[in-house]
């Protein structure tokens, strides 16, 4: 599938504001930017594995497309939703448990990166990873 793979963190795009705008402090903001965050997908059918690994933790998920399910961000935010298919897009909406704000995230193969966008309160980001 075109998920699968071992994906590497490269770039990030306005990470810092979007991390800003979601209330994280300028210390965990700084260390995130350098978590050397790398992603392992397998796609099987409707059926997703992914584990996330950094220099913060590693976390492993399983989760169904269209399905809800609990996550929680590196900083420990507090997560709840599901991802869709929207043609090659995979496609999060999430509400943060603490105040009900919606986080949307994508994820998009072109060419050989991977761009993962998130977008919370008007706030774009996005972080683009190589296969590696």
Do not use: P
Request: hydrophobic share 35%; proline share 0%; no cysteine.
């Amino acid at each position: 599938m075109t998920f699968d793979g071992n994906w590497k963190i490269d770039r990030n795009d306005n990470y810092e504001k979007f991390m800003e705008q979601m209330g994280i402090n300028m210390v965990k903001r700084k260390l995130a930017a350098h978590d050397n965050l790398k992603i392992t997908i397998q796609q099987t059918g409707d059926k997703f594995h992914v584990k996330e690994s950094s220099s913060f933790r590693t976390l492993e998920i399983d989760f169904t497309l269209g399905v809800t399910f609990d996550y929680s961000l590196a900083d420990g935010t507090e997560l709840s939703g599901s991802w869709t298919m929207e043609g090659d897009m995979l496609k999060g909406i999430f509400s943060r448990k603490d105040n009900g704000k919606q986080l949307t995230t994508t994820r998009i193969v072109q060419g050989d990166e991977l761009i993962q966008s998130y977008n919370y309160e008007g706030v774009d980001a996005k972080r683009i990873f190589k296969r590696g």
